[in-house]
T-cell receptor
C-alpha cells in the first residue's frame, strides 16, 4: 500500500534538473509532495487532485497521471536550498500514506 | 499564529512506562493525524481523526491510543512503552479531509525507550 518512490537518492550540481517519481498500486484521490530538511518537520510543497493535472511552484512542478496512479516531481535549475528528502504521499481515503523518500543533495 | 505545537520535544522512557505526547493546533483544522518516522522507512500513519469525537487507525496503531475531545487537541498515548517505539513522532493537521488539502506538521517529538 505504501507508494514506491524512485530514485532513492539524487546528487546534483547547482542549476541541474531532477525528476522524482511516485507510483501507487491503488486508485488515488490525490498525491501530495513534501520536503524535509535534516532534523526538521516535513513541509508541504503541493497537492494534485484526481482528474489529472500539473502544478507549478516557482521552479518546482508536478504532474499526476490518475490512470497510471503515478506522479512525478520536477525540479528545474536546482538551488542549494532544494537539498533535503522529498516524500510523496498518496490518498484514496482519509489516510495519507507516504513513500520512503528520495534524498536530494545539491552541491555548488 | 503558532500552527501545530507538539510537546515535549524530547523524551526518554523506560520500558513499560506510559506517557502522552501532546499535539495542539490553532488553525481550526478538522483533520489531525499522528505519524512516526524511522530511518529508511519514511512516515508511517499511526492514528488519525476527521473531527472531534472521531478517530480511526492508520498503518501502525498497535501500542498507541488516541482521543479527540476538542477540535484543537489530539494527544497520543503510549500504553506500555517498548524499545520498538523509539522514533520521531510528528503530529499533522489539515483543513478538512485527509486527502484534499496539504498538511501542516508540528516540529516533532524525539522519543527514546530504554
Amino acid at each position: 500500500q505504501q507508494p514506491v518512490q524512485s530514485p532513492q537518492a539524487v546528487i546534483l550540481r547547482e542549476g541541474e534538473d531532477a525528476v522524482i517519481n511516485c507510483s501507487s498500486s491503488k486508485a488515488l484521490y490525490s498525491v501530495h509532495w513534501y520536503r524535509q530538511k535534516h532534523g526538521e518537520a516535513p513541509v508541504f510543497l503541493m497537492i494534485l487532485l484526481k482528474g489529472g493535472e500539473q502544478k507549478g511552484h516557482d521552479k518546482i512542478s508536478a504532474s499526476f497521471n490518475e490512470k497510471k496512479q503515478q506522479s512525478s516531481l520536477y525540479l528545474t535549475a536546482s538551488q542549494l536550498s532544494y537539498s533535503g528528502t522529498y516524500f510523496c504521499g498518496t490518498a484514496n481515503t482519509d489516510k495519507l500514506i507516504f513513500g520512503t523518500g528520495t534524498r536530494l543533495q545539491v552541491f555548488p | 499564529n503558532a500552527g501545530v505545537t507538539q510537546t515535549p520535544k524530547f523524551q526518554v522512557l523506560k520500558t513499560g512506562q506510559s506517557m502522552t505526547l501532546q499535539c495542539a493546533q490553532d488553525m481550526n483544522h478538522e483533520y489531525m493525524s499522528w505519524y512516526r518516522q524511522d530511518p529508511g522507512m519514511g512516515l508511517r500513519l499511526i492514528h488519525y481523526s476527521v473531527g472531534a469525537g472521531i478517530t480511526d487507525q492508520g498503518e501502525v496503531p498497535n501500542g498507541y491510543n488516541v482521543s479527540r475531545s476538542t477540535t484543537e487537541d489530539f494527544p497520543l498515548r503510549l500504553l506500555s512503552a517498548a524499545p520498538s517505539q523509539t522514533s520521531v513522532y510528528f503530529c499533522a493537521s489539515s483543513y478538512i479531509s485527509g486527502w484534499a488539502y496539504g498538511y501542516t506538521f508540528g516540529s516533532g517529538t524525539r522519543l527514546t525507550v530504554v
